[in-house]
């Protein structure tokens, strides 16, 4: 399989496993496309050998068709975390529906699918149920299909992490909603070379790969380790649930993306960490990477708090 097609590659995890997927070529030929509505948004993986990064709407069946028809196999990491109910079931639902059909109409079989940990019909958000619905969509569709489902995913260009830390050197304290929610946070060059090794091992076709970090956390101690490692631990207020969603509310009103919804609250229900019923990183090959030997050098930097004024005016998204 040469020509890959990664829809969601000028993000966060699709810049990562763009750089995996290069290093995997290793100059043997093959494409790699990436294709973006705003070919601003793919600055970072544009000068990448091999890689061609191109102007489409991936929501438009006869632009996806086209992408489709040109390749061996298929990552797709497109994703959202906020928005109405419609726009997580275009994102998650019908987009891995008109996936499945391009692919069946073009004859190519090989698709790996990114989702996430904690994933369920019944599940409380929105967010969490429409992933469900579109891993049963690809699952269903006759192909030969491998997905991941990474707790949250943390790196030098995180909206998690990032956030609290440029959050605590702004404020003296910080009130904050689901504080006992569980993580397993996971490093995103491992989420990457989990997905490339999936492209490449036929044995992971049919089969779900939980992607964790060696060690659960709750959110409170995922926000001190923040606040600390950017040198500015501030004290918590944990909130209860209702005015948890209530401060969400009032963040959903805020221009920008919104750093907190009421539908990232509900998720914060589920615990986000691996189950053990599922294989995971170590079945890839893969050792998990500690959040302690990556993190503190990154949060430290002096370039958080731009890159975190930048996504709050909305600049540079995906």
């Known amino acids: 399989m040469k020509n890959i097609l990664v829809l969601g590659g000028t993000g966060f995890v699709g810049r990562a496993v763009c750089e995996r997927l290069v290093e995997r070529s290793g100059g043997a030929g093959g494409r790699i496309v990436v294709p973006t509505r705003r070919l601003q948004h793919g600055q970072r993986v544009r000068s990448l050998p091999t890689l061609d990064l191109v102007q489409a709407n991936v929501h438009d069946d006869a632009q996806l068709a086209r992408l489709v028809a040109q390749a061996d196999a298929v990552i797709n990491l497109v994703a959202i975390l906020h928005g109405s109910a419609a726009a997580f079931d275009q994102v998650h639902v019908q987009l891995p529906q008109r996936l499945a059909g391009a692919c069946r109409t073009a004859g190519v ?78 490093w995103v060059d491992d989420v990457a070379s989990a997905v490339v090794r999936c492209l490449d091992r036929p044995e992971t076709i049919g089969k779900v790969y939980e992607c964790a970090g060696p060690t659960p956390y709750t959110l409170s101690e995922l926000v001190r380790l923040a606040g600390r490692w950017s040198g500015h631990e501030r004290p918590q207020i944990p909130l209860p649930e209702f005015a948890g969603r209530l401060q969400a509310l009032a963040m959903e009103w805020l221009p920008g993306e919104p750093m907190m919804s009421r539908d990232n609250v509900d998720s914060m229900r589920v615990p986000n960490v691996a189950s053990g019923r599922l294989p995971g990183l170590a079945d890839l090959g893969l050792q998990a990477t500690a959040l302690e030997a990556v993190a503190p050098g990154y949060l430290g930097s002096d370039f958080n708090r731009a890159r975190f004024d930048r996504w709050r005016a909305g600049a540079g998204r995906e």
Do not use: C, W
């Open 109 to 186: 079989r090989r698709l790996v699918h990114v989702s996430a940990l904690g994933v369920a019909t019944d599940a409380p958000s929105n967010y969490l149920r429409s992933k469900a619905a579109g891993e049963a969509v690809l699952m269903g569709a006759g192909l030969d299909v491998t997905l991941l489902r990474p707790s949250v995913i943390f790196g030098t260009e995180d909206r998690f992490l990032n956030l609290f830390a440029s959050l605590q050197r702004l404020a003296p304290v910080i009130p904050l909603a689901g504080s006992h929610a569980r993580f397993q946070p996971v």
